[in-house]
């Protein structure tokens, strides 16, 4: 018995960092036979796991997008319902995606993404605040970046045995990295100084500057050099 447990466990371990990095060796297709010989419930926890780490900590683009949603308005409610938006919105293109309905160009989808950071930076800065629009933006910012996290998901694949079940557990994994990317940014600056006279100058307008020059780069190697 014990030895089966210990089986069990070597398994485990050795599939959670395929899971957590695409940068391995395996191919797809091997990584999804290994998953359907784990159980439902313990497939379920790797994509969470997986959904979690393409935001925390190895998307940089998809945090710096969350970022500028946070920082035009400081406060847990606005970005709230920003992130709302946001998530149902790439939760539909996810899941056409994988479910083949749609099949997004990375060479499309990967720039788009890094111009709709460019965008929400560049309103952060010329908008003194927070306009109603500002929902209808995120939300279709929100289709393309669902394209993006189905071609990240679809290097991995899904065990058959479990494709819908991990697909959804895969989404709340990214919708915890992003809450978790919200929290930081309150409890790092936005708590303490969101309703200071000098947080617009001070924080909102350098952080979105350097967020530009970051999206734009990305922006300018997708479409030239990917």
């Given amino acids: 018995m014990r030895s089966k447990k210990y089986s069990w466990f070597m398994k485990y371990a050795a599939i959670i960092p395929v899971c957590l990095f695409f940068s391995q060796s395996l191919a797809a297709h091997d990584v999804v036979r290994q998953l359907e010989n784990m ?9 969470v796991q997986q959904g979690f780490a393409h935001i925390l900590p190895l998307g940089f683009d998809h945090i710096l997008f969350v970022l500028s949603l946070f920082l035009l308005s400081p406060k847990l409610k606005p970005v709230l319902w920003q992130a709302t938006a946001f998530t149902i919105a790439h939760s539909i293109t996810l899941g056409l995606a994988m479910f083949k309905v749609i099949t997004p160009s990375t060479a499309i989808v990967e720039p788009i993404i890094a111009l709709s950071i460019m965008y929400v930076a560049l309103e952060n800065i010329f908008s003194p605040s927070l306009k109603r629009s500002r929902i209808g933006i995120v939300f279709f910012f929100g289709l393309v970046h669902g394209m993006g996290f189905a071609n990240a998901l679809g290097e991995l694949g899904l065990p058959q045995n479990a494709y819908l079940t991990s697909l959804i557990m895969f989404n709340v994994g990214v919708e915890l990295g992003q809450l978790a990317v919200i929290l930081l940014a309150f409890f790092a600056f936005g708590k303490w ?9 001070a924080i909102v307008i350098p952080l979105s500057i350097l967020i530009i020059i970051m999206a734009g780069y990305w922006a300018v190697e997708r479409v030239f050099f990917s």
């Fill in 193 to 201: 100084f969101g309703n200071k006279p000098y947080y617009r100058k």
């Fill in 39 to 47: 159980s439902k419930t313990d497939a379920a926890i790797l994509y």
